[in-house]
């Protein structure tokens, strides 16, 4: 918490506090880092709650500048990615979300598919997130129509953007 109000207005441009034990990032809600491009998160225990402050941090705080967000071994199952995907909905600056060894399973992708391409009807399709380029998760055990359908999402957004060798 002491970190997070020692940097508010910083002009940090990245953070990396990988593996640190932290279970409680509440403290990010009130913390303006408008030029923070990449935010280390991993390794800590992000969970549910923490989603949800991202969340609230992510849509209502300055991230203009945030492209490359790791997440990666936070504990965040299907339910805290629905909580991402849905702040996410309104971002044009994220490009790369990182959150392998997770617990995200087929609605958790389902919520990044609806993200990057909500086809219930055309409007929609024009107002989903058509920056973020690359979402890095885990191979699912079994194959799922969401998995293969959010990659050729992405694939496109990354087409549109000039990178189509980039991988998922």
Known sequence: ELLVKALHE????????????????????????????HLQLSSNNIGLDGCKTLSKWLRTTNTDELRTLHLQNGQINDGGAKILSLALSGN????????????????????????????????????????????????????????ELLQQALDINRSFHGDANAVW
Do not use: W
Not at 22 to 32: E, P, Q, R
């Open 10 to 37: 910083s002009p940090i441009r990245e953070l990396n506090v990988t593996d640190c034990g932290i279970s409680n990032i509440s403290a990010l809600k009130d913390v303006s880092l408008p030029n923070l491009t």
């Open 92 to 147: 044009t600056a994220l490009t790369d979300l990182y959150l392998t060894d997770n617990t995200i399973e087929s609605r958790g992708r389902a919520a990044f598919l609806n993200l990057v391409c909500n086809m219930t009807n055309i409007e929609n399709v024009f107002k989903s997130n058509h920056t973020l380029q690359c979402i890095h998760l885990d191979e699912l055990t079994s194959p799922s129509r969401s998995n």
